[in-house]
C-alpha cells in the first residue's frame, strides 16, 4: 500500500513549483487559476521572489499547498494514494488532493489559514524550538513545569518541537539543553504554532470550516488531531478545527501507516522532510518524492 503525504511550514524554496508552471498546462492553468482566487500574484514570489517575502506565514502556507496540490494534479493516474496525511498546513493540501474539499475551498481556507496565524504571530511574540535527542516524556515533564511553552509536533522519534512565549521556549531550551538534549535548535518561523498561542486563528478559522462542503476523500486521511485514519466527512470537519492549538502526532502518523499496511510514501510537495522522517522510524523503508508528468 502507497502513502502519499504533504509537507508543511519550513519545505519552501524560492523557485518552488517553477517546474510544474512551465513544464505541464494544467499546472500554469491552475497556478494562474490560484493568482486571481487569491487576489495576488503568489505565483511571482515563489518563482522569483526573496527568501523574507516567501517565509512570511500568509505567503509560506498558501505556497506549499499551490506546489503540493498542484503537482498531485498533474501527475493524473499517477495519483493513486491508498493513504494520505499532511503535516500542519499539509493535511489542508492533503484533503483537497484527495477530494475532501474542492480546489477552490482549499485555496480560500488556506489563505484564511495563514492570515488568522500571521495575525495571531504579530498579537504575541513567540517562537518554536527543535529539541533533539531527548526522551518525549522527559521534554513533556520539563515544558509542564515552564508556563507558556508546550509540546508541538512529534516529528520522529528524538525529534520534537516546543512552542510557545519567547521567553519560555527560551527557559524550556536551557533545560532541556541540561537534562541531556542533544541540541535545542530555535526555528525560523514567525510564531507559536499548535500551541494555545493560536487560540485566536483558531477561533477565525473555525467558522470557515463549518461553511466549507467536506466529501468523502477517495482514500483514509490519517489526520494531525487523532494521528489516525479518517474517512467520514463529519470527523474530518470536525478533526480541521481543532488542529491549530493542538499538537502534531507526525510520529504516531508514520507508525499507524505501517501497522496498517503501507509499504512504501511518496512525499508531495517541495522538499523531502518528510521522507527523511518516515527514514527516522525505519532507515530501510522505501520514499520518494513526487514526479509530475509533463503536457
Not at 16 to 29: N, Q, R, V, W
Not at 267 to 275: I, K, S, T
Amino acid at each position: 500500500m502507497k502513502a502519499f503525504v504533504f509537507p508543511g511550514q519550513g519545505a519552501q524554496f524560492i523557485g518552488m513549483g517553477k517546474e510544474i508552471y512551465d513544464g505541464t498546462a494544467l499546472g500554469k492553468e491552475l497556478f494562474e487559476e490560484a493568482n486571481a482566487v487569491l487576489g495576488f500574484r503568489i505565483s511571482d514570489t515563489m518563482f522569483g521572489g526573496t527568501e523574507d517575502e516567501l517565509k512570511q506565514t500568509k505567503i509560506t502556507q498558501p505556497a506549499i499547498f499551490l506546489h503540493s496540490v498542484i503537482l498531485a494534479k498533474v501527475m493524473g493516474d499517477a495519483f493513486k494514494p491508498d493513504m494520505v496525511a499532511g503535516h500542519s498546513v499539509g493535511e489542508l493540501s492533503a484533503l483537497t488532493a484527495t477530494g475532501a474539499i474542492s480546489w477552490q475551498a482549499g485555496l480560500k481556507l488556506v489563505l484564511k489559514r495563514a492570515l488568522a496565524m500571521q495575525k495571531a504571530c504579530e498579537r504575541q511574540p513567540s517562537t518554536m524550538a527543535a529539541i533533539l535527542a531527548l526522551d518525549d516524556a522527559k521534554i513533556e515533564e520539563i515544558c509542564a513545569g515552564i508556563p507558556g511553552v508546550v509540546p508541538a509536533n512529534y516529528n520522529s522519534p528524538g525529534q520534537l518541537v516546543i512552542s510557545g512565549t519567547v521567553e519560555a521556549v527560551d527557559a524550556a531550551c536551557i533545560k532541556l539543553t541540561a537534562a541531556g538534549a542533544r541540541g535545542a535548535i530555535k526555528l525560523a518561523v514567525g510564531g507559536a504554532f499548535h500551541s494555545p498561542l493560536m487560540q485566536s486563528a483558531q477561533d477565525e478559522l473555525e467558522p470557515h470550516i463549518e461553511a466549507t462542503l467536506f466529501a468523502k476523500p477517495i482514500c483514509p486521511v490519517y489526520q494531525n488531531k487523532t494521528g489516525k485514519a479518517v474517512i467520514d466527512p463529519t470527523e474530518l470537519k470536525k478533526n480541521l478545527k481543532v488542529q491549530l492549538t493542538a499538537p502534531v502526532p507526525w510520529t504516531s502518523i508514520m507508525k499507524n501507516m505501517m501497522a496498517d499496511g503501507c509499504t512504501s510514501v511518496v512525499e508531495c510537495g517541495p522538499g523531502r522532510v518528510l521522507q527523511g522522517l518516515f527514514k527516522k522510524v525505519d532507515r530501510a523503508f522505501p520514499t520518494e518524492g513526487a514526479v509530475m508528468i509533463s503536457a
